[in-house]
């Protein structure tokens, strides 16, 4: 049923109530009979015309975005998509993936997460039951004295009944798309714990990463350290001697503490680090979980490239997406429900039992009871309320199509970040690799002509500062290209894909 017009803003909510009920057996099965032909057909007309919707039909708003993702190609067509990629076999490595499922396990995040899906379902199934009539049996006794001076018999009168309980007739779809917004925010919720595993998996490979970073810049500053001070002592011999200048001697002292103070640093960094990982695990770091990390992250299996694919897939694998868009489902089914509000409501009440002076008597024959009281509520003035209600439910609307755009146009940020650091990272190491190559075969000549007395100290401690700076960027240089390679995976959806 389609609906274009609402009735007036003008409410006052008249309640027409007809309580059937009859005072002997005759009459009540006489007056029985007849309403309950009229009954069963309002019943039946009812159920032709519950489930009409005044919501307005649902449409999929257009990108926001590009046609295309910088820096990509389109994915060649035997290339899965990311999302579909399981986790176990992006992040090969048996110390990650073992960190991957305690966190999978003990996250409390991901536990609330879990947890808002089964207290979505149930607010779903609360809504779709006020679908459905509510049968209630009782039974009742009354004991009363006709006189208040206390003469006269005792009158009692037993009762059992089943009946159905104010049951709303869905004639206008109000509850239908209650129910709908119900379900939207459950399949929202569901499409939210995806993204929440998908954010937990790569922060926790973020961390590891992190970690093994932090031992790698340790080893780099130990070896930096232990160069420093024996030039320190080369220099003080030297400047005892009167070779050396006290210059030499004091930049010497100066540039060893530098080491020593950023060994500490990172010492004190990477214990945070740790701590962090700890806290997405919600358990203790296995001490497992970085053996061998000093060969450093070159060490590591290599993660594999991914292809970008079409701003068009991340509406079907970006679980983030997914929710935004039935957030807005559900806030367009609200409409239908505000719609409704205009129109009259119908309710039913039954009940048929027994009625007797006697317990003994409670089921002979002429004891039955019954009665049937349907009820229209209809809105003639209610200052407003309705069309406040209409007014609030569409920009609601507005407001999850905004989300929603917001939604693809981060999206389509990320990965596009993602996709830049792939095309640009390579070569950056590259260069940075060379440059440490070279800064290691200066500092090595520098040293020997110290030595032989044809360098200054100063130029040898200028060679181990430049060669520390351009070893410590070529490491976090593969620290932001591994990581990148990370983010790149859970922009384009992969992380709760799993074997």
């Not at 001697?241 to 950023?262: C, H, K, L, M």
Request: hydrophobic share 45%; aromatic share 8%.
């Amino acid at each position: 049923m389609k609906v274009n017009r609402h009735t007036p803003r003008l409410a006052h909510f008249v309640s027409l109530s007809t309580p059937l009920q009859g005072a002997t057996p005759a009459a009540r099965q006489s007056r029985f009979r007849g309403v309950s032909r009229t009954g069963l057909s309002a019943v039946a007309a009812a159920l032709v015309l519950a489930g009409c919707s005044l919501a307005p039909k649902y449409e999929r708003p257009e990108l926001p975005v590009p046609s295309a993702f910088p820096n990509t190609a389109a994915p060649a067509a035997q290339q899965p998509p990311a999302a579909t990629i399981a986790w176990q076999d992006y992040f090969t490595d048996p110390r990650l993936a073992k960190l991957i499922e305690i966190a999978l396990a003990n996250n409390r995040d991901l536990r609330v997460s879990v947890l808002n899906i089964e207290q979505a379902r149930a607010q779903f199934q609360i809504q779709r039951s006020a679908l459905f009539p509510t049968l209630n049996a009782s039974a009742s006794q009354t004991r009363q004295r006709p006189s208040a001076t206390g003469i006269g018999n005792v009158s009692e009168v037993d009762q059992v009944s089943v009946g159905i309980t104010s049951w709303e007739i869905d004639f206008f779809g109000r509850i239908t798309s209650l129910k709908d917004a119900a379900l939207a925010q459950y399949l929202a919720t569901e499409e939210s714990r995806k993204a929440a595993q998908i954010s937990l998996v790569s922060a926790v490979a973020t961390g590891w990463l992190t970690v093994l970073s932090d031992d790698e810049f340790l080893e780099i500053t130990r070896r930096t350290m232990e160069t420093r001070d024996e030039s320190l002592k080369l220099t003080k011999l030297r400047f005892d001697n009167g070779v050396a200048s006290e210059i030499d001697y004091r930049f010497a002292e100066s540039q060893a503490e530098t080491a020593r103070a950023a060994y500490a640093q990172q010492q004190r960094l990477r214990m945070q680090d740790e701590n962090a990982l700890a806290l997405l695990l919600g358990s203790p770091v296995p001490p497992e979980a970085f053996a061998g990390s000093a060969a450093g992250l070159q060490a590591l299996a290599p993660i594999q490239d991914l292809p970008g694919g079409l701003p068009s897939d991340l509406l079907t694998e970006r679980p983030d997406i997914r929710a935004a868009e039935q957030q807005l489902i559900a806030a367009n089914a609200n409409i239908g429900a505000a719609r409704a509000a205009f129109f009259p409501r119908v309710t039913l009440t039954t009940s048929i039992g027994t009625a007797s002076n006697e317990f003994s008597g409670l089921f002979q024959s002429g004891t039955k009871a019954w009665s049937f009281a349907p009820a229209i509520t209809l809105p003639i003035f209610d200052a407003g309320r309705n069309r406040a209600g209409l007014d609030s439910a569409q920009a609601q609307r507005e407001i999850a199509v905004a989300q929603y755009e917001k939604a693809i146009q981060t999206a389509f940020r990320e990965v596009a970040d993602a996709l830049a650091g792939q095309a640009t990272y390579d070569e950056q190491l590259r260069a940075l690799i060379a440059q440490a190559n070279a800064e290691e075969i200066r500092f090595k000549l520098s040293d020997m002509r110290y030595r032989n007395g044809i360098a200054s100290g100063l130029d040898l401690l200028d060679a181990q500062r430049s060669l520390y700076t351009a070893q410590l960027a070529t490491a976090q240089a593969r620290q932001a290209k591994l990581q990148n390679q990370v983010a790149l995976y859970k922009t384009l959806g992969g992380g709760w894909s799993t074997r």
